[in-house]
């Protein structure tokens, strides 16, 4: 297991409207053979607790699973060409929500690389957004 420096941006486009999202953090990467596996921290303000995130990316790139943990865990999964429906917890109650994966690259050298993933969103059978999810990795921080 390596620690790692991590920057992830993650983008949505909801038809005109596109927000990003930006977050640098320290982590962990393991190599488990058949995925690289991607834990990191999200500090939040008070009074919520800090979201511990799990990222597990198939070597093959046809598979993505993201774990939250905390008061409003959440598990997305995405796999490429494919819908599955998942749930996203929230203050108000969890939300089942379609995800529709498009795209999952992996890159890596020995001194870090990237993780990228693209995917749709639908509530209700309606695209609500296109999602970006960019994690570069440095093993030398």
Request: hydrophobic share 25%; glycine share 10%.
């Amino acid at each position: 297991m390596d620690k790692i420096l991590l920057k992830i941006t993650g983008t949505q486009q909801d038809g005109v409207q596109k927000d990003s999202v930006e977050l640098t953090t320290v982590g962990t990467l393991r190599d488990d053979g058949s995925a690289y596996i991607v834990k990191y921290t999200e500090e939040c303000e008070p009074p919520f607790s800090p979201i511990d995130v799990t990222v597990r990316i198939q070597k093959d790139e046809s598979f993505v699973e993201m774990r939250r943990s905390g008061k409003y865990g959440s598990c997305l999964t995405i796999e490429k060409s494919k819908r599955n429906l998942c749930h996203y917890g929230t203050e108000f109650g969890g939300i089942l929500m379609g995800i529709y994966g498009r795209e999952i690259e992996t890159k890596k050298d020995e001194n870090g690389g990237s993780f990228t993933f693209r995917y749709d969103i639908d509530i209700n059978g309606s695209v609500t957004s296109k999602n970006t999810v960019n994690m570069i990795y440095s093993k030398n921080h």
